[in-house]
């Protein structure tokens, strides 16, 4: 298998993992949004760590965006990886309909604005929970001061758990156009989906571009 195809699999299981993980741990219904944050969180984690040193452990196009805005990855390589990170997550979300009780009521355990939350509100959630973790993402992983050696992907895990302890009972706290995307596909659950490319996508490039003009220190 070459380089690209190796890579390509590694960003398709990284994100079913993540979805599927995430997925049923809202299906179970006995979770609490601690345990469904810890769920992603530790799942994220685990998939980097292991990995990081095949893909560098996007498993989000918000995160490829950032590398791509930023002129770490071309454009042809940024479309294999959204693409294995879009398939990863439509073939959680069927593993989730065919194989977890409860999955279909909580539509696989996708993301929706809650009550009274309306788009733009969605999207400015979603910017600032987005830039949260790409920022981290380029801090630990990216810049060659960072923690990433020594902590692998747990700081990363660690922003999606705070990430969704904060915003999952307001949007969802998805971060991640993939995550969100199977699970609303395969429950045909797309009403303000949209929110769900527009804030990820906008809060990652931001962050990215921050930290790299800004912050990183250039050779």
Do not use: C
Not at 98 to 106: H, I, N, Y
Not at 147 to 162: N, P, R, T, W, Y
Not at 166 to 194: D, K, Y
């Amino acid at each position: 298998m070459d380089n690209a195809m190796q890579k390509g699999l590694a960003e398709a299981v990284g994100t079913f993992a993540l979805t599927f993980i995430g997925g049923a741990a809202i299906a179970n219904g006995q979770a609490g949004l601690i345990g469904v944050a810890l769920a992603h969180g530790l799942a994220l984690s685990v998939m980097i760590s292991g990995l990081g040193h095949i893909s560098g452990g996007h498993f989000n196009p918000a995160v490829t965006t950032g590398f791509l805005v930023t002129g770490r990855m071309s454009p042809r390589e940024g479309a294999l990886y959204v693409g294995s990170q879009l398939a990863g997550a439509v073939v959680a979300a069927l593993v989730l309909l065919a194989l977890v009780p409860g999955a279909r009521e909580v539509q696989l355990g996708g993301q929706s604005l809650a009550a009274g939350v309306g788009f733009g509100a969605g999207v400015g959630i979603e910017i600032v929970l987005t830039f949260l973790l790409v920022f981290t993402v380029f801090a630990t992983a990216v810049d060659e001061r960072g923690a990433f050696k020594a902590i692998a992907g747990f700081g990363i895990g660690l922003v999606v758990a705070f990430d969704i302890l904060a915003g999952g009972p307001v949007t969802g706290a998805s971060m991640n156009p993939a995550r969100s995307f199977g699970p609303a596909l395969i429950s045909g659950s797309l009403s303000g989906h949209l929110v769900y490319w527009i804030g990820p996508l906008v809060g990652g490039a931001l962050a990215a571009l921050l930290y790299d003009r800004v912050l990183m220190k250039k050779k």
